[in-house]
Every structure is written in structure tokens, then in C-alpha cells.
């Protein structure tokens, strides 16, 4: 069986190499570049405590497309300069999976566009923890029947933005619910704190806490007369996305177009 060939971008942050290490633990996956800005002219191997496995950090881009001749990136890099990276490897004719944040609308349309056009996949994905893609469909479920929501989500105190991706996508989904029936519009007449009650998207107020200790937890309250029901994901461990990952990997020559969000290939 002919093994996929994955490179990974961003591959010395952490969670590039929790890739490194899931990947390579896979027998139908074949790790055969890694580019990062830091660590360059190391082996990937040795940085993910997994030992030399001859995966050379480069930090040209270009030059690992060139000799690593992938079929898939994943990357977990920052918004910054993302455009132009994801336009780099979908030209080269390689798919992409993304769980990067922060990415802009514009510039997901023109990678769209390039998508669309070359037939590859890219994947874009705020969250590819399997039960986070699901709490965002319960959310969803749960807003044809209750319409008061908020969001709080809640990371570790070295995430850059806010709020997180996982609560953008889950905001905008229960908003389109809403949208249906009419915007929420929040009864507080007066504001004593600024930004006490959090930002709000689509009538869904959502809310960012950035503290040590936590890693990754969001809860999406409902609100009813008489009642409350709170939905809520936590990630323990960066291992958690790991089976979205390889999932998504192995999805991808069966997508020609961008999708965002796990649960397209759930």
C-alpha cells in the first residue's frame, strides 16, 4: 500500500510536534519534511523525542515542497503570512489541513478560489478535537430549541488570540440558527465594566479567559424559562487532536474544495 506523504508546517511549536509524533506512529503515513522559522538544520525527530528519524527542520518552505514531494501539509503556524504559505503549497499541488486561527475572511475566500481551482482539499479546522466538533453540532441542535446562548471559552495565558477559533466557528453556527427567528438582543442597559458582557456575534455573546492551568475548555450555555443547559469540551492533553488529524489526513484526496470544520469528515 502506497504510504501518504505528510510534511508539517509550524512542525517545532507544540503542536506541530505532537504531529510529528502521531504521524509517525502511523503505518500508512510516511513523514518526509518539516519546515519551521526555529530549529532549523535539526532533526524532527530528536525535537519530538520520538529519535533521528532524518527529517532535516528547514526553514524554506519552498525547498521542503520541492524535496519532500507531499501529498498532504498540516499546519499549525500563526495567521500572520498564512495566506501566502497555504497559497505556496496548494500551488505546488499538495493538499492542506490547517488547525492555524485567526485566519481573516479575505483570506479564506482566495484560498477558496485556488482550491477550487487546482481540485484539493483544504481542510481548515479551529479545533481537531473529536468531541469539540461535536459539542458544536449538539450547540447547534440545541439552538432550534432554546434561543438564549453564550459562550465561554477558556485557554492557557500564551494563546495570542482571542476569542478562539473553536468559539468563532461555534458562535457563528448557533447565530445562523437564530438568524432564522430573529437576532437576541441583550437586555443589559447599563455597562459598569467594559466588556463585561464579553463580544458578540450574531446576537451570541462570547467571552475569553486566558489563565495558566487551563489548556483548552469552552462551554456553550443555553438559556430557557425555568431551565439552563450547558454543553461543554475539555482538552486535557494536545493528544486529543490527534485523531482529527490523522483523520483529516487521510480525507483528504477524497476532498476537491475548502471545508471548515472537523465535522465535514466526521
Given amino acids: 500500500m502506497k504510504k501518504i506523504r505528510v510534511i508539517v508546517t509550524g512542525a517545532c511549536g507544540r503542536m506541530g510536534l505532537e504531529c510529528v509524533r502521531a504521524i509517525s506512529a502511523e503505518s500508512d503515513l510516511e513523514l518526509t519534511g518539516a519546515f519551521d522559522v526555529a530549529g532549523a538544520g535539526k532533526d524532527i525527530g530528536e525535537l519530538a523525542g520520538i529519535g533521528p528519524n532524518g527529517v532535516i527542520v528547514s526553514d524554506c518552505?519552498?525547498?521542503?515542497?520541492k524535496s519532500a514531494k507531499p501529498d498532504v501539509a498540516v499546519d499549525f503556524t500563526i495567521a500572520q503570512g498564512f495566506g501566502a504559505r497555504a497559497a505556496s503549497i496548494l500551488k505546488s499541488g499538495t493538499r492542506l489541513v490547517s488547525g492555524t486561527t485567526g485566519i481573516d475572511a479575505a483570506t479564506i475566500k482566495k484560498l477558496e478560489k485556488i482550491a477550487a481551482e487546482k481540485k484539493l482539499c483544504v481542510l481548515l479546522a479551529p479545533n481537531f478535537a473529536v468531541g469539540a466538533a461535536l459539542m458544536t453540532q449538539f450547540a447547534q441542535m440545541a439552538a432550534e430549541r432554546m434561543s438564549e446562548c453564550e459562550?465561554?471559552?477558556?485557554?492557557?495565558?500564551?494563546?495570542?488570540?482571542?476569542?478562539?477559533?473553536t468559539a468563532m466557528d461555534?458562535?457563528?453556527?448557533?447565530?445562523?440558527?437564530?438568524?432564522?427567528?430573529?437576532?437576541r438582543v441583550d437586555p443589559t442597559?447599563?455597562?459598569?465594566?467594559?466588556?463585561?458582557?464579553?463580544g458578540s456575534l450574531g446576537g451570541v455573546s462570547v467571552?475569553?479567559?486566558?489563565?495558566?492551568?487551563?489548556?483548552?475548555?469552552?462551554?456553550?450555555?443555553?438559556?430557557?424559562?425555568?431551565?439552563?443547559l450547558t454543553i461543554r469540551h475539555d482538552t486535557i492533553s494536545r493528544e486529543s487532536f490527534m485523531p482529527g488529524v490523522i483523520l483529516a489526513i487521510r480525507s483528504a484526496?477524497?476532498?476537491?474544495?475548502?471545508?471548515v470544520g472537523l465535522e465535514n469528515i466526521l
Fill in 170 to 183: 461555534t458562535a457563528n453556527k448557533v447565530a445562523e440558527v437564530y438568524a432564522k427567528s430573529g437576532v
Fill in 61 to 65: 518552505l519552498a525547498s521542503v515542497l
Fill in 207 to 228: 467571552h475569553s479567559v486566558r489563565l495558566p492551568g487551563f489548556l483548552a475548555s469552552q462551554e456553550v450555555i443555553f438559556g430557557a424559562p425555568g431551565q439552563t
Fill in 151 to 165: 459562550i465561554i471559552e477558556m485557554h492557557h495565558n500564551r494563546k495570542l488570540d482571542a476569542p478562539s477559533g
Fill in 189 to 198: 442597559k447599563t455597562i459598569k465594566l467594559d466588556g463585561a458582557r464579553g
Fill in 253 to 259: 484526496s477524497r476532498i476537491k474544495k475548502l471545508v
